[in-house]
């Protein structure tokens, strides 16, 4: 079985700053990765998804994602955050090509302070 | 298409009562999930289902745990004799074939047993 690792719990960043969410998985011979959002009192919702190909992947909102091979992570970024995005954002992962389960990570709780 | 529905949101029941939860997928999905997540917590798979099949079920879904999808189309959860450590948000899913390209999750049921 997959794990998912998110280093931080917690992520305070001014408006307008850039911010980084730390994403590490074990290492497996083929992954499918994804990072998800979830806005207080709602379900998840895709941000982006990694499957194959460009190891730079761009999501909704802004946000774009890096795939690291060598270094088994899968960091989520954005170079300029609203208030809007205040949010828990979840790291997942999928070894079975028909993505039967997905892996969560803990969750990252990012805070924009005005 | 209006999204993947549960029902109820919020569910406050006594220890030892038997609870059951509704999810409406989107209707073309044929792949529904079943995730559970606890507090400071990522989301941790329960069961799936292909059309009316429960083709996998996890070590988390004692035998307390039962689901159903009639007909391929609205799944329920049902907990028997509930516990306090069934208190969780209980998150449904939905997806076409290959859902590798991402789940569509619904707003969970946030279950208390008290």
């Known amino acids: 079985a997959q794990s998912v690792t998110q280093l931080d719990s917690q992520v305070p960043v001014f408006e307008e700053a850039p911010v980084e969410l730390r994403c590490n998985y074990s290492s497996s011979v083929s992954v499918y990765l994804f990072w998800y959002v979830q806005y207080p009192n709602q379900g998840l919702q895709l941000l982006l998804k990694?499957?194959?190909?460009?190891?730079l992947v761009k999501g909704i909102n802004g946000f774009e994602a890096e795939f690291n091979k060598s270094q088994t992570s899968f960091h989520l970024r954005k170079p300029s955050v609203h208030i809007s995005d205040t949010a828990e954002y979840f790291c997942a992962v999928s070894d079975d090509l028909t993505g039967n389960q997905f892996y969560f990570g803990t969750g990252t709780s990012l805070t924009v302070i005005p | 298409d209006t999204g993947v529905s549960q029902n109820p949101r919020h569910k406050i029941t006594k220890r030892g009562q038997n609870v059951t939860f509704r999810c409406d997928p989107i209707?073309?999905?044929?792949?529904l999930y079943w995730y559970r997540q606890t507090l400071g917590q990522g989301p941790e798979f329960l069961t799936y289902f292909q059309n009316e099949a429960q083709l996998e079920k996890s070590r988390l879904l004692s035998d307390r745990f039962s689901a159903e999808r009639p007909k391929g189309s609205f799944s329920t959860l049902e907990i028997q004799r509930t516990e306090q450590g069934d208190s969780a948000m209980y998150l449904c899913?939905?997806?076409?074939?290959?859902?590798?390209?991402?789940?569509?999750f619904g707003s969970g049921t946030r279950l208390t047993v008290v």
């Open positions: 209707s073309e999905h044929n792949r």
């Open positions: 899913a939905s997806s076409w074939a290959d859902s590798l390209y991402g789940y569509t």
């Open positions: 990694y499957l194959s190909g460009s190891t």
